[in-house]
């Protein structure tokens, strides 16, 4: 098992999606614009020689910005790990904060029906996940849990280097413990380790800690918070 400390984790948000360009928060599942599949496309050409080589697993949250980030960014990574019978990790629980259409997913029929999504299993998605009730809602103390969860899901995970494709408030939460002020522009890839092993986490917290940016291909596009 390898020590969380000697984990590396790359956080990754997802490129420009069209709530990003007009603020308009009413756009069910916001999908990327023509720009933001630029952007991952870049993406993929400054990681595909670097950590989508090295990188044991890669999972993204379930939304369709993050899905197409995550087939665009790192098609490289995912052919790799599909032919090693590592499919791409779709986790509910990575989904955005907000109570809002934009950051609430579809139904897994949707992404199933969906061509662009061919091949990812969606059977994680509970029909619950979407709902932003219990375990998925809006409310401080469920963000904080739903954070703490993802950390520690990564902590427990068998793979030294994990790539995750998440949401700007979801990932101030995980590396934060809140929603800071702290930008996180499109397509920007962050190098994170655990602060301590396991054994020493006396809270159970699993705190991340930074240690390098890797990428960045768009702006500080705000998110539904107006962060």
């Known amino acids: 098992m390898v020590k ?5 984790i790359y956080l990754t948000r997802h490129a420009q999606a069209e709530h990003n360009v007009a603020e308009d928060y009413s756009i069910p599942d916001a999908p990327l614009t023509a720009l933001g599949r630029e952007q991952a496309k870049r993406l ?3 990681t595909k020689d670097t950590i989508q080589q090295t990188a044991e697993l ?3 949250s ?3 910005r993050t899905l197409s980030t995550t087939i665009i960014g790192y ?5 790799r790990l599909e032919a090693e019978g590592k499919p791409v990790v779709v986790l509910p629980q990575l989904q955005e904060c907000n109570e809002l259409p934009c950051d609430t997913g579809s139904s897994r029929e949707e992404l199933e029906a969906d061509p662009e999504f061919a091949g990812l299993d ?3 998605l509970t029909p619950d996940w979407n709902s932003k009730k219990g375990f998925y809602a809006g409310d401080v103390q ?9 950390r520690q899901w990564l902590r427990s995970r068998p793979e030294r280097e994990i790539v995750v494709v998440a949401h700007g408030d979801a990932l101030r939460y995980i590396t934060d413990g809140e929603n800071s002020l702290k930008p996180w522009a499109n397509c920007e890839v962050r190098e994170y380790t655990f602060a301590v092993d396991e054994e020493k986490d006396v809270d159970g917290m699993a705190w991340l800690v930074l240690v390098r940016k890797i990428a960045r291909e768009g702006a500080n596009e705000p998110t539904s918070s107006g962060l």
């Open 58 to 60: 890669l999972a993204t």
């Open 122 to 124: 969606f059977s994680t």
């Open 44 to 46: 993929h050409e400054d």
């Open 4 to 8: 969380a400390t000697e984990k590396r």
């Open 142 to 150: 469920s963000l904080k849990t739903r954070a703490r969860w993802n």
């Open 62 to 64: 379930g939304l369709r």
């Open 75 to 79: 098609a490289a990574l995912r052919k």
